[in-house]
């Protein structure tokens, strides 16, 4: 399989505006319907051997308990309870209205009823409309859809492997369906108390200090999928400091910097991979330097933190 296949936003726009709705009508029931965790680890999803999952959903007390899964190589939303029951249904032909329908009327049939707070999209330019309204977004290529999911897959992996080296807190490799990245991030101890004008949303996530590493796949404000990463609260000089390999650069955005790495400029790398490590790594050094994080001491090199497995000969 081609790592890194080619994915231009112009080529699958349509398909990513459905399908980032359908996230967030899953994406807002498992917000209601899952237990709260730090900086909203509950709520993004994780990825299968065929999709994403929800991972089971609700509580262990007796009531339903149900997960949520997108098929993208069959190419169909499918809900399913602990004791085997299954509903499922296809996802091309489905607009944002019907595939909420659906979904609601999937868990229904499984006994499980999930009232979504705010059942309107969250950070979209629609977001004053109703999924239940919205006939306008309805296109579900599955090429493109299934493409989507391999490059989520492999960008996954690479993260994960860059995850490996770091032994402090940090979050899972995880798919954040509001903002349609695929994210890890690092933690120091320090707390932060962010701008009074901060949303509850963005309050929790950046409650400490963080360096974040992800990517997305482009939108209205950046038309270019790309890895990116930055540091919040972004301390003094983060701009000036190098990044690799590079073609990589600082990009102000909204009153800070993101080192972003284009992902046609990591394609064209002799090695792909170890290009969009190198860049992980580069802007790591960079907020970490800069924030004064003990770099040694949260070192985990090749995942490991037994000292007698790291001394020599261990």
């Known amino acids: 399989m081609e790592l890194f296949p080619p994915i231009p936003l112009a080529e699958w726009q349509d398909t990513k ?7 967030q009508v899953v994406g ?13 680890w509950n709520v993004p999803f994780h990825l299968t051997g065929r999709g994403l999952t929800t991972r089971p959903t609700g509580r262990a007390d007796g009531g339903p308990v149900f997960t949520l899964d997108f098929d993208f190589v069959g190419h169909r939303l499918v809900a399913t309870a602990p004791d085997g029951r299954e509903v499922s249904f296809p996802l091309p032909g489905q607009s944002v209205a019907s595939f909420h329908r ?8 499984l ?48 993260l994960e492997e860059f995850a490996a080296g770091f032994s402090g807190k940090s979050s899972p490799v995880h798919h954040f369906w509001h903002t349609f990245d695929v994210a890890h991030t690092r933690f120091s101890e320090r707390h932060v108390e962010p701008p009074p004008q901060a949303d509850p949303v963005t309050r929790e996530a950046y409650s400490r200090e963080v360096i974040s590493f992800g990517f997305w796949f482009g939108d209205d404000s950046f038309a270019e999928p790309a890895f990116y990463a930055y540091t919040a609260p972004e301390p003094p000089g983060l701009d000036a400091e190098p990044l690799s390999p590079p073609a990589a650069r600082w990009v102000p955005r909204n009153g800070s910097h993101l080192a972003v790495l284009s992902y046609e400029d990591a394609r064209a790398e002799r ?44």
């Open 111 to 158: 006994g499980a009823r999930v009232e979504i707070a705010r059942p309107r999209p969250f950070g979209l330019p629609d977001a004053g409309r109703p999924f239940a309204e919205d006939t306008e977004h309805a296109t579900y290529d599955p090429t493109h859809a299934n493409r989507y999911w391999r490059v989520l897959s492999q960008v996954a992996l690479v």
């Open 271 to 314: 090695d792909p991979r170890a290009a969009v490590l190198a860049f992980y790594e580069s802007a790591y050094q960079a907020g970490a330097r800069r924030a004064g994080w003990d770099v040694a001491a949260l070192a985990c090199p090749g995942g490991i933190t037994d000292p007698r497995l790291l001394a020599p000969g261990g």
């Open 102 to 109: 659906n979904t609601l009327a999937a868990l229904d049939a």
């Open 17 to 23: 505006e459905t399908l980032h709705r359908f996230a």
């Open 28 to 40: 807002k029931i498992r917000l209601a319907a899952s237990v709260r965790r730090n900086h909203w």
